[in-house]
Every structure is written in C-alpha cells, then in structure tokens.
C-alpha cells in the first residue's frame, strides 16, 4: 500500500510546476520579435504530449512563422474593421499583435474540443517556463471563418478538409506583465 505524504504550504509555493501555473497570464501585448522555432517546436511538442480520450490525439496543430502572412491576413482585417483599430494605438496585427501562431484544430463533425483544450493548456504552461506570452484567441478564428477575403489564409495553414480551426494561440515574447486577476474560490466545494 502506497503511504499518502503530507505536503504544507510551504512545499506547494516551492513546487516549480505550480509557480508555473500561478504565473501563466494571458499576454497582449508582444516584443517586435518572432519566436525561435526550437522553442515553438518544444512548446507544440509538450501540447501534443497532453492527455487524450483513447489516445485518439483529436487535433491538428499548424505553427504559423510567417511573419508576411500574418501581415496579409492583418490588412483584410484592418479594412474591414477601421474604428476597431484606430482605438488602439499599439495596434500591430489581429492576433493581439503577436509574431508567432499556434492554429488548433479539432474533427470538423464534432469531438475532440476537450483533448484540444487539454493540449492548448500544455502548451500554453511549457510557454510560459520559456519566457514566452500567450493568448488564447476565439475572436480572430470566428473573423477569418466569416470573411471570404481570408480564405488565403486558411488555405495556407492546409487544414485538412475533415478538421476545423478551434482557437488560435498567439505566442510570442511579453511586452507587459499583466497582474493576476482575481478567481472566483467560492465555486468550489469540497466533499468529505
């Protein structure tokens, strides 16, 4: 029989993994330089390292470096959105102005969304351990899914025609140091 090892407070700050944990933010805004793509490598290595229903690895994962690309698509978005961007005076790129991209996508009939979120996390932790900021970002997909002008785009991330984009993960280095925002303890309940 396996002992049960008590852990205090005091071990659970000094746990690296959850350090990790507590000082991931969503990150929005980025240094003007693109990520290496060792570190994306290592960073979608640990995503597709993430636990899956069956080990079925519902998911298909485009890295977007293409620094012209995200340009292109930047300009469709741009015009057909001009207020948006004049409010915003730091205003880069539709993917909160970040240099890199991690597209996911999930079976196009369905499934797959809770192993997608599961790899995004994993990603989005193995980021934060190398310096790197994220975002998690539904509003861009849904704009580039209802826009024509953006079928480039999608064309060049070459989805397969059974799989749709889900969410994209703006990575990149952090220009800002977003504070914790609070959470909410009172949704959890504890049985004994």
Request: charged fraction near 25%; hydrophobic fraction near 40%; charge should be negative.
């Amino acid at each position: 029989m396996l002992g049960v090892m008590a852990i205090s407070a005091q071990d659970v700050y000094e746990n690296e993994v959850i350090n990790n944990i507590m000082a991931r933010r969503s990150v929005r805004q980025y240094l003007n330089k693109p990520v290496e793509h060792d570190k994306l490598a290592a960073v979608v290595r640990a995503g597709i390292n993430a636990p899956s229903g069956m080990n079925r690895q519902p998911w298909v994962i485009r890295v977007v470096e293409n620094q012209e690309l995200i340009a292109q698509v930047t300009e469709v978005y741009k015009q057909e959105n001009p207020d948006q961007v004049a409010r915003d005076p730091n205003f880069k790129n539709m993917f909160r102005n970040a240099p890199n991209l991690i597209c996911v996508c999930t079976p196009a009939k369905g499934g797959g969304e809770l192993d997608a979120g599961l790899l995004g996390e994993n990603m989005m932790l193995a980021a934060q351990s190398l310096g790197l900021g994220t975002c998690c970002l539904g509003g861009p997909v849904r704009f580039l899914l209802a826009n024509e002008k953006c079928r480039f785009f999608l064309e060049r991330l070459d989805i397969p025609e059974d799989y749709k984009l889900n969410y994209i993960i703006a990575i990149g280095y952090p220009d800002e140091q977003p504070a914790a925002k609070p959470r909410d303890e009172s949704k959890v309940k504890y049985i004994e």
